[in-house]
């Protein structure tokens, strides 16, 4: 039978595809302009806010010395993440992303949905970049450019047909609409962690961001159990590797629920991962549902390593919890 012999996770953020005295910079003079920030328990607060609750806390987070050590402690998580990968010698790789209107939009916005072409044409920011405050080149290093990777169309509709089978209505596709492609969540895991590798995917794309039907963290879970049932009754004998791609909290970091993320993935704690509240689960920091996902999917699988990075990069907290992580 097929199986699935690995997991990992990844973060995908901006901050990593450029040196701290950029894109870092960048990034915490945009978080000082935003009058809406979603703070560590799901409010709404400007970034003004955030700076007076915290004092003083985060002033040994923002030096240079300490951006440049954190920024290479990230490429060295992700250069080993990528060779680990690599070395597992996989069939096929499941891409556990969310969306964030590349290819659906408020018309059409499923909850959890699943690929079933032939081909993957990761978004083009040169063609239109859809206003995002980021810009094109540093979408193209984190996966947005144009490429074209190859997709399982079988494998895809043989896991939505048993998703199907085992209760979860999942959307599915085969093309992306015209004039769109996926966007950085599979451009990330397919340009760079897996760059070259040729292993064909099945991406599948969670709502992570958007009320008012984003899946619960016990839903994510869930999902997770049923795609490792899924694949366990996929023809031949596969190996599989399963990646989150996104998260943890940002834009607000929240180290705590990062961590007991991390533990609760690290000890196979399912109770805590399925009772995250919704509310915490806001923004950037939705996309813990992706690694909630894979959890569900690494029952049998034990962590190999785990690596946090606190990216703090203002005074207010703002930021990102980056994480890497390997279970097999």
Sequence with gaps: MSEIVAVAGSSHSPMLAQEPAMMWKLRAEQDKTYDQLHDTEGALVPYAEL??????????????????????????????????????????????????????????LPAISVFYGEMMTMEDPDADNHGRPIPAEIQRRLGNDGAVYRADAAAGRFLIES????????????????????????????????????????????????????????????????????????PGQRRVGVVASGGLSHFVVDHDLDQRVLEAMRAHDAAFLRSIPQRKLRSGTSEIRNWVTVAGASEHLTARWIDYIPAVRTLGGTGIGLAFGLWS
């Design 163 to 234: 998703l199907i089978e085992q209760e979860f209505d999942v959307a599915s596709t085969n093309a992306e609409p015209t004039g769109t492609g996926f966007g950085h969540a599979y451009g990330w895991v397919l340009g760079r962690l897996l760059s070259g590798a040729d292993i064909p995917a099945v991406p599948i794309m969670l709502n992570t961001y958007f009320p008012p039907n984003q899946p619960t963290a016990a839903r994510c879970y869930e999902l997770g159990q049923a795609l490792r049932k899924a694949v366990e009754s996929l």
């Design 51 to 108: 700076e007076a609750r915290a004092g003083e806390r985060f002033s040994s987070d923002i030096v240079p010395e300490i951006w440049n050590e954190r920024y290479a402690r990230a490429q060295a998580s992700i250069e080993r993440l990528s060779a680990d990968l690599r070395a597992l010698d996989l069939d096929l790789v499941i891409i556990v992303g969310d969306d964030q209107e590349e290819l659906f939009d408020f018309s059409n």
